[in-house]
């Protein structure tokens, strides 16, 4: 084979490049590291042998992780096949002007209609990339639990590529380096992960079974009561996790309340976090329920002056989104709390704060 190989690289009016796609696939068998060895031997010898002008490997994260691969009689072969290596930096990402772009032409050569549901039908289907990353999160729980501290926790963590999680969840293209801090790629990925961090904890939610059996009250002549989704939301949440530990209250606090929002509104709305806002102590949650948006504060509360600025800055995000109504539900740990809803009045906006 590999002396056709080299008759066809010796005929060719140009240089020919090798590409060969799923390398982590094939790296779980032994002849496919022999073979790598052997293109390396023709490259080493290409002056007596013709021989391929370079060899890319796709579908692999990064090379050095094939030893992983190798049992340990045959760890010399390590250095043999790849050693000459070179990094690969040409950006192959698209930029979001050429996606749009890419969707114009589509849609004037076939004419099939951009469906707005789109992204609920992709979250929703067993999609190959949704799969692998499935995958990938289930072999490397820590790359897992750190994106879980990042979504449902706010946690800011610094972007360093020589942190092995950081770098893996960076080749995969799950996170991208924001301001120096690691973020969701993208909201698609982001949208899914909550979605798969919520299912895995979704049977054994009491919560989420309060907010199921009760769901049709939420919705009224096909809209939203964010209203009564609060208001219910205080009862369940003080008769079931009024006595819990405070520690597990404010790291979980929030993802109690998505449990509970996502079992209401699942099926017919979406609902995404705005990654600006999210930090340890504060996160807006973003309601589309049939073209309608609500707009949901999440955060602890931290005292009357952080709580001003807290007003401030949904009303500045209500203004953005052209909204005159906004929700803040502020989990409390101050034994003299007064739990339940209340109406603000902030400027022209009416502010709905449910406290916990």
């Not at 969707?103 to 050569?109: A, K, N, T």
């Not at 949208?191 to 199921?212: H, P, R």
């Not at 099926?267 to 309601?287: C, F």
Request: hydrophobic letters at 40%.
């Amino acid at each position: 084979m590999f002396a056709c190989l080299s008759e066809v690289c010796s005929k060719a009016s140009k240089p020919v490049i090798l590409l060969i796609d799923e390398v982590d696939q094939a790296s779980n068998y032994p002849v496919f590291i022999d073979f790598l060895a052997l293109l390396r031997g023709y490259y080493l010898n290409r002056e007596n042998h013709a021989a391929f002008h370079s060899v890319v490997l796709a579908g692999v994260y990064d090379i050095r992780n094939l030893r992983l691969r190798l049992r340990p009689e045959e760890e010399h072969k390590y250095n043999s096949p790849w050693n000459i290596a070179a990094r690969f930096n040409v950006d192959m990402s698209f930029s979001a002007a050429q996606i749009e772009g890419m969707l114009r032409e589509y849609e004037q050569d076939s004419r099939v209609g951009m469906d707005p549901e789109a992204v609920k039908f992709m979250l929703n289907e067993r999609i190959p990339l949704f799969e692998s990353m499935t995958r990938q999160l289930a072999e490397y729980p820590e790359m897992k639990r750190m994106l879980h501290a990042v979504l449902f926790e706010g946690r800011r963590v610094t972007f360093n590529i020589d942190n092995p999680m950081i770098n893996l969840a960076s080749m995969f293209g799950y996170i991208i380096n924001s301001e120096n801090t690691i973020q969701v790629a993208n909201r698609i990925f982001e949208m899914y992960l909550y979605n798969l961090f919520l299912s895995e904890d979704e049977s054994a939610s009491v919560i989420n079974k309060e907010a199921q059996r009760n769901q049709s009250q939420f919705i009224q002549n096909g809209r939203l009561d964010m209203d009564l989704v609060l208001e219910k939301f205080v009862l369940y949440y003080e008769d079931l996790y009024s006595g819990s530990d405070r520690n597990f209250l404010e790291e979980y606090g929030r993802k109690i309340f998505l449990l509970y929002l996502k079992s209401i509104i699942n099926g017919t709305g979406n609902y995404y976090i705005e990654a600006q806002t999210r930090d340890a102590k504060r996160t807006d949650v973003i309601v589309d329920y049939l073209g309608e948006q609500f707009i949901i504060e999440l955060k602890i509360w931290r005292g009357s002056e952080y709580n001003e600025r807290g007003e401030n800055q949904l009303t500045e995000y209500l203004d953005y989104y052209h909204l005159e109504k906004g929700y803040m539900l502020s989990f409390n740990f101050n034994k003299k709390k007064e739990v339940g809803l209340k109406e603000i009045r902030f400027g022209d906006k009416l502010l709905i704060e449910a406290v916990v």
